[in-house]
């Protein structure tokens, strides 16, 4: 297992849009083994395909505390959502930004799981909240992209200037 680079913000290539997986060959195993290690190493409570520069839907999720329920989703399709609700949410590709982001409170799911079988989840709370997020990131869509736009320009210049402070 290797630990993967994540794509920073405003990276061009976090709003590529990813293609559906055809078959479970051993380079998706690779891929979905790196990007758990890649995640829980980070450490974050999910991670999209598109994070890594692999276009394909792929999601990684673990929202317990004991690391120790992960969820891999396939090719997600949402099939119903309910409610709305605000979470403060993160991203491994936009690190130190946190705000709220008004999301579907609970959500059923179909996709598959690593082992290509089809399956439904259902969540509510922080899992929903999460599932959504990576969920985005499929679609080339980063969070801060739900913000206003001044603070969208405010946290691309917090966020290129740390990067030129950094090499
Ligand atoms: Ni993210």
């Not at 590529?16 to 829980?40: C, G, N, P, Q, R």
């Not at 082992?115 to 899992?127: H, I, K, P, Q, S």
């Amino acid at each position: 297992m290797s630990i993967l680079p994540i794509l920073q913000y405003p990276d061009e290539r976090l709003h590529k849009i990813a293609k559906k997986v055809d078959a479970i060959t051993d380079e998706v195993e690779k891929l979905i083994f790196d990007m758990s290690e890649t995640m829980y190493t980070a450490p974050g409570v999910g991670l999209a395909a598109t994070q890594v520069n692999v276009h394909l839907q792929i999601i990684v999720v673990d929202v317990s505390e004991t690391h120790d329920e992960l969820l891999v989703l396939i090719n997600p399709e949402l099939i119903t959502s309910e409610g709305k609700n605000k979470f403060e949410e993160g991203c491994l590709s936009v690190p130190g930004i946190y705000d709220k982001v008004k999301r579907a409170e609970k959500i059923t799911v179909k996709a598959l799981n690593a082992r290509g079988e089809e399956f439904n989840v259902t969540a509510e709370g922080l899992l929903a909240v999460c599932i959504q997020h990576e969920m985005d990131h499929l679609l080339g869509k980063v969070f801060v992209e739900y913000l206003s736009h001044l603070k969208q320009v405010r946290i691309r210049a917090k966020l290129k200037k740390r990067l030129r402070e950094t090499f």
